[in-house]
């Protein structure tokens, strides 16, 4: 099985073009085992290239521990890249189903490559029951989000909102960034039992209202560096609660990304797509 090793902002997926591929018969398996960064591949996970009756593809994402995502923001521009650059279809503007929706992508070509690419990552979902999550409403807020609500992981008591941007987030701003609120806390929230599909967890510090800097303990992963419908989150949740303006530069430990939630509620997401190298897989 031919495979290419791609990355954005350092989030790196093993992808696999089932245009021209068989699907693998168990994909979850097939996740694990590539994504072993000892004795496979080393990645955050698999992502599936399928063609689409709807859509320019259609992306299938594998987290390493073989759990199936609906979204992955980085995974999806390098999706964008591989199928423009591989002539899958040589169109600068393409779109791409998900689990979380059909995504339209604009793509910025330099030398017959891409480079960056942004996505219309969609209106983000705030009703608690819809991320989902049994955290409640916050009645101060406009349209009742789960928004600077208090939840409580290992004695902390944290506050957090949470967004879905087609797979669930739970951000929480710290006044330092350290290694205990990713590595120690991460974990405990990605399992609370207030978010009974789990979580992805954003810790958050803000160095001004146009520009944060972030790490993300995802949902079946662990810690990457970088998660861009985690930053996607970041930029709804630090609007709503009066932390930053609606453009901002995220700053990931892989890279930085831009976000803008724009006028018309969508959320738009700019980053680097690279892709590092490709090989064979044995299937036995």
Known sequence: MRFTKMHGTGNDYVYVNCFEEPGPNDPA???RAVSDRHFGVGGDGLILICPSNTAD???RMFNADGSEAEMCGNGIRCVAKYVYDHGICRNKTLTVATGGGLLSLELE?????????KVDMGE???????????????PAIDGGPAAGVELVVDGERLEVTCVSMGNPHCVAFVEELTDRWVLEIGPKVETNP?????????FVEVISPSEIRMRVWERGSGETLSCGTGAAAVCVAGVLLGHTNKKITAHLPGGNLELYWADDNHV???????EVFSGEWNRD
């Open 29 to 31: 398996g097939l996740a």
């Open 57 to 59: 593809a259609r992306m």
């Open 109 to 117: 070509v330099d030398d017959g490559l891409v480079r960056r690419v």
């Open 124 to 138: 983000p979902i705030l009703l608690p029951e819809s991320v989902p999550t049994t955290l409640p409403s916050n």
């Open 194 to 202: 207030h978010f009974f599909n789990r979580v992805n967890a954003e």
């Open 268 to 274: 738009y997401l700019t980053g680097e797509a690279v």
